[in-house]
C-alpha cells in the first residue's frame, strides 16, 4: 500500500489489496497485469473517496456513472477509460463471488466505445526481405532465429522471451508456450525457424547461459523484452523494410498469411491462444462473419441444438 492509499478508508483499500492478492497467487497473473490493475483501481478508490464513498457496498450505478463522468473530467481518454472500467467490473465481480457485494453495480454501465487500430501487417515479400539475415554474427543468429520463430508460430513477445530450451520439441518442430491467463499451449513450427534454432542452439553455450531459458542476452541473461523490441527496429532498418518493425507485427502477419491462405479461423484461434473467435477477428483483415457462417454451416459439430 502506498503512502497515499494509507489516507483513504481502510473498507475500500483492504478489499483492494485482497483482489491484487488474488490476481497475483490464484489467477497467477503476470507482474506487469496486476500492477496495472493497481494502478487503475488506486485512481478509482481516490475519486470514490473524493465523492465520499467510505465503503463498496455503498457503491451503485449512480456512483460509478460519477466516476466514469470524473474520469472523463480528468483527461482520460477512451481506452483508457475502458482499460479503468474493466478493472472496476472485475474486483466488483470478485467481492460479489466473495459474498461481499450482492450484486455488481458497474454491470451495464457504458463506456465511450473505442476505436481498434490494426497494426499494418507485412506482405510475404517483406517478411523475406526481414528475415534475409545472413550472418555468422551469433547475436544475428539468435534474432533471425527469434524472427523466425515469432513468424513461423505466431507467438507473442511474453511468450518468447518465456520459452525455455526444454519447451522445444526439437524432433516434431513444436513449441510450448505460457500464453495469456497462464494457458498453455503447443504450436507447430516450420523447417526454416527449427533451422535457424538450431544454428542458436549450437551457439548457445557461448553465452555462459545462467539458467535454461532459450534466447539470451549477451551477458548470458534471459533476453528482456525491451532488448528484443530495439533489435527487431534495428533489423526493419538494416533489412529496408519501409514500416516499423516490432513482434506484434509479426503475429499479426502470421494470423493474416495463414487466414489469407487456409480460411480456417478456427485453427488459426487455437494457433494464436485466443479463447474466442471475436478475438482472433481482430487480427485478420477477413470478414468474420462471413467465416464463421461458413464454418458453421459446414462443420458437422458446429450446427448447434444437435447432440
Known amino acids: 500500500m502506498t503512502a497515499a492509499d494509507a489516507a483513504l478508508p481502510l473498507a475500500l483499500t483492504a478489499p483492494v489489496e485482497r483482489f491484487l492478492r488474488h490476481l497475483q497467487h490464484e489467477r497467477r497473473l503476470s507482474p506487469l497485469t496486476v500492477k496495472n490493475y493497481r494502478h487503475q483501481l488506486a485512481a478509482l478508490m481516490a475519486l470514490a473517496a473524493k465523492g465520499g464513498l467510505a465503503d463498496w457496498a455503498q457503491l451503485d450505478p449512480t456512483r460509478v456513472r ?18 479503468r472500467m474493466s478493472a472496476l467490473r472485475s474486483f466488483l465481480d470478485w467481492l460479489v463471488s466473495q459474498g461481499e457485494l450482492p450484486a455488481n453495480p458497474a454491470k451495464g454501465i457504458s463506456t465511450p466505445r473505442t476505436a481498434r487500430h490494426l497494426p499494418k501487417n507485412m506482405d510475404v515479400d517483406e517478411v523475406d526481405q526481414l528475415l534475409g539475415i545472413d550472418l555468422s554474427d551469433p547475436l544475428a543468429i539468435r534474432d533471425r532465429a527469434m524472427l523466425e520463430l515469432m513468424y513461423g508460430a505466431g ?14 520439441d526439437w524432433v516434431g518442430g513444436e513449441v510450448w508456450v505460457l500464453g ?10 516450420g523447417q526454416t525457424a527449427l533451422r535457424w534454432l538450431e544454428q542458436w542452439r549450437a551457439l548457445r553455450d557461448q553465452f555462459n547461459p545462467q539458467d535454461d531459458a532459450l534466447f539470451l542476452s549477451k551477458l548470458g541473461k534471459r533476453i528482456s523484452a525491451r532488448n528484443v523490441q530495439k533489435r527487431f527496429a534495428e533489423w526493419g532498418v538494416k533489412q529496408g523494410v519501409n514500416s516499423h518493425i516490432h513482434p506484434h507485427k509479426l503475429r499479426h502477419s502470421f494470423a493474416t498469411h495463414m487466414l489469407e491462405s487456409s480460411g480456417d479461423l478456427r485453427a488459426v484461434q ?5 479463447a ?4 482472433t477477428q481482430i487480427y485478420t483483415h477477413l470478414d468474420f462473419q462471413h467465416l464463421a457462417s461458413v464454418y458453421d454451416a459446414a462443420h458437422p459439430r458446429a450446427k448447434r441444438g444437435k447432440s
Request: aromatic content about 2%; some cysteine; proline content about 2%.
Open 270 to 274: 487455437e494457433l494464436l491462444g485466443h
Open 276 to 279: 474466442n473467435l471475436s478475438t
Open 155 to 168: 507467438l507473442r513477445l511474453a511468450e518468447t522471451v518465456g520459452i525455455d530450451c526444454r519447451h522445444i
Open 66 to 83: 460519477a466516476l466514469v463522468a470524473n474520469s472523463k473530467r480528468g483527461g482520460l481518454e477512451s481506452a483508457s477509460l475502458a482499460l
Open 180 to 189: 495469456k491467463g497462464s494457458k498453455e499451449r503447443k504450436v507447430p513450427f
